[in-house]
């Protein structure tokens, strides 16, 4: 019988292929891929300790490292952080990168988890990391941005930030506000207040958004206006203790007197002990000529609360003269 050698020679190829696939290159064989989908469905259900449980079999079961799929480390550490429980999610990235150092999605997942955890100063290597893979990858981007943020580095956070508007023209409010929160915090009121408006028109819905837009306008001295954005804020979030603070303060300050102790009536019924709803409610008392009242007051909180800025204040302000 006459053979065609070549198409037999194919076949025999393609066999041998197909098991350098399974086990000579490390991809994983059937089995394996059954697991994981298993382990996907389970997380996609919520049931994450039973994905955990299919992930952590799938990846330890072999010691053939080069099988452990960073898809796998992925959504085993995703399950974890699910569960809060950051510490281990964080110990499977780690492990996830020593394998696959130049993972782009591990590194990304371990680098917002140590800026989730406040490690800072890793998350900006992850991330430095990251963008020497991919240098326009907006996560990286705007991930380092936030971290030079949070270190009080706005200049160089308003670089990664003025590069990711730069490939993302219509990025998420939140990120606009994030970049106005930097010049918020140079006393740049006006590009601070620029760039909220920009925000809020893309998102009024956002008690934050409403909070920093009036402290722009109380930087350009526009204490009415900054005043309504803060009910504008209030309006979202009646029940917010710090906008009800912030409030009572520039009425205060504002020499509003009655206003301002209404407000800080209305955060100290929800929240009774709330320090500084005590500290405005006695200033106020004081101002309205219920001196004995507000002193006996600043006393009690200068006593139980003396560790505090707010008690070290009313502990001052007991020595001056018209206190005494």
């Known amino acids: 019988m006459y053979l065609n050698y070549k198409s037999l020679f194919t076949v025999l190829g393609a066999v041998w292929l197909a098991g350098c696939s399974a086990g000579f290159l490390?991809?994983?064989?059937?089995?394996?891929?059954?697991?994981?989908?298993?382990?996907?469905?389970?997380?996609?259900?919520?049931?994450?300790?039973?994905?955990i449980t299919e992930l952590t079999q799938y990846i330890y079961k072999t010691k053939n490292v080069k099988r452990r799929e960073a898809r796998a480390y992925r959504l085993l550490g995703a399950?974890?952080?699910?569960?809060?429980?950051?510490?281990?999610?964080?110990?499977?990235?780690?492990?996830?990168?020593?394998?696959?150092?130049?993972?782009?999605?591990l590194l990304l997942s371990a680098a917002e988890l140590y800026q989730q955890t406040g490690l800072t100063n890793r998350s900006v290597e992850l991330y430095e990391r990251t963008l020497a893979e991919e240098p326009n990858n907006l996560?990286?981007?705007?991930?380092?941005?936030?971290?030079?943020?949070?270190?009080?580095?706005?200049?160089?956070?308003?670089?990664?930030?003025?590069r990711f508007f730069e490939l993302n023209p219509a990025a998420d409010a939140r990120h606009r506000a994030r970049y106005?929160?930097?010049?918020?915090?140079?006393?740049?009121?006006?590009?601070?207040?620029?760039?909220?408006?920009?925000?809020?028109?893309?998102?009024?819905?956002?008690?934050?958004?409403?909070?920093?837009?009036?402290?722009?306008?109380?930087?350009?001295?526009?204490?009415?206006?900054?005043?309504?954005?803060l009910d504008a804020a209030l309006l979202l979030s009646p029940a917010r203790p710090d906008l009800l603070a912030q409030k009572a303060l520039w009425l205060y300050e504002e020499k509003h007197y009655d206003q301002s102790l209404r407000t800080a009536e209305r955060l100290l019924a929800g929240h009774p002990g709330n320090q500084l709803g005590l500290f405005i409610q006695a200033m106020n008392w004081y101002r309205l000529g219920k001196k004995n009242a507000a002193k006996k007051q600043i006393e009690q909180i200068s006593r139980a609360d003396a560790d505090t800025f707010i008690g070290q204040v009313a502990a001052k302000l007991l020595t001056f003269p018209p206190m005494r």
């Open 79 to 105: 399950s974890y952080e699910q569960q809060n429980n950051l510490s281990k999610a964080l110990e499977v990235y780690l492990e996830a990168l020593e394998f696959h150092p130049k993972n782009v999605p």
């Open 139 to 162: 996560d990286a981007l705007a991930g380092q941005a936030a971290n030079y943020a949070n270190m009080g580095f706005y200049s160089k956070a308003r670089r990664f930030y003025d």
């Open 180 to 229: 106005a929160n930097t010049f918020l915090q140079e006393r740049n009121f006006q590009q601070a207040f620029i760039n909220i408006t920009m925000a809020l028109s893309e998102d009024d819905q956002n008690a934050d958004f409403w909070l920093l837009s009036a402290k722009a306008r109380r930087g350009l001295n526009q204490p009415e206006e900054a005043l309504l954005d």
């Open 26 to 51: 490390g991809l994983a064989p059937a089995g394996d891929r059954r697991e994981y989908v298993q382990a996907r469905t389970a997380y996609d259900e919520g049931d994450y300790t039973r994905a």
